[in-house]
């Protein structure tokens, strides 16, 4: 089946800085990506949609500027979290659409834990 | 936003019991899917049922999905101690990008 990998798998990082997530589609291609973001014991939450060679939309009360999206390529959208905080600590999970299938099907990653202290 | 409610938030029961899980929805919908999530792990994509389907089977799984009351139940028959995990709805509405919206997950243990 279709695989989905994000990189890193956990990352820790000190408050202030920027961390980069990479969400990659390894044997499809995906003009849609998602970023959804799961604090403990609660369900997933989208963020943003990603489009390949466009502008992202995010969801109402995720601010762009500090969760930046590029989608550069079919295979690629990553999410860098700027100046993060011990309040943006969290999983953060991808999925991507496959162009080329089902227009109902989604495969997710595997996640990033991201901890700010 | 969240869209789905499920119900109950947590489960338990003992292996070999039937699990059932429940998911209410807000808006007209594509299909709905379920998934599990085991702790701290990505999601598994469990089966999909489009709106124009009642009822449908996967080994173990049986979804049925009732669009006039906006809901949609999962059972696990048989269950075993390898399914306790988080359960969740997830609907696909109207909309060119197909965006998911979850509910809220029922966890769900199965005890030896």
């Known amino acids: 089946g279709a695989v989905v990998s994000q990189h890193p798998s956990w990352v820790i990082c000190k408050s202030g800085t920027s961390v980069k997530i990479e969400c990659r589609s390894l044997?499809?291609?995906?003009?849609?990506m998602f970023w959804y973001r799961q604090f403990p014991k609660q369900s997933l939450m989208l963020m943003a949609t990603?489009?390949?060679?466009?502008?992202?939309?995010?969801e109402q009360g995720v601010e762009k500027d500090k969760f930046l999206i590029n989608h550069a390529s079919l295979t690629l959208s990553t999410l860098t979290v700027t100046s993060a905080h011990p309040e943006d600590s969290s999983f953060y999970i991808c999925s991507a659409r496959d162009s080329g299938g089902a227009w109902d099907t989604q495969y997710f990653g595997p996640g990033t834990r991201l901890t700010v202290l | 936003s969240q869209q789905g409610e499920e119900d109950p938030q947590a489960l338990s029961i003992q292996e070999g019991e039937n699990a059932t899980m429940n998911c209410s929805y807000k808006t007209s919908i594509n299909n709905l899917q379920w998934y599990r999530q085991n702790s701290g792990r990505g999601l598994v994509h469990l089966i999909l049922?489009?709106?124009?389907?009642r009822e449908k089977h996967s080994g173990r799984l049986r979804v049925t999905l009732d669009t006039s009351k906006k809901s949609s139940s999962l059972l696990i028959t048989a269950s075993r101690a390898a399914d306790t995990a988080s359960y969740f709805c997830?609907?696909?509405?109207?909309?060119?990008?197909?965006?998911?919206?979850f509910g809220s997950g029922t966890q769900l243990t199965v005890l030896p």
């Open positions: 990603s489009y390949e060679g466009s502008k992202a939309t995010y």
């Open positions: 049922i489009r709106s124009n389907e």
């Open positions: 044997d499809f291609q995906a003009t849609t």
């Open positions: 997830a609907t696909d509405a109207s909309g060119s990008a197909r965006q998911l919206t």
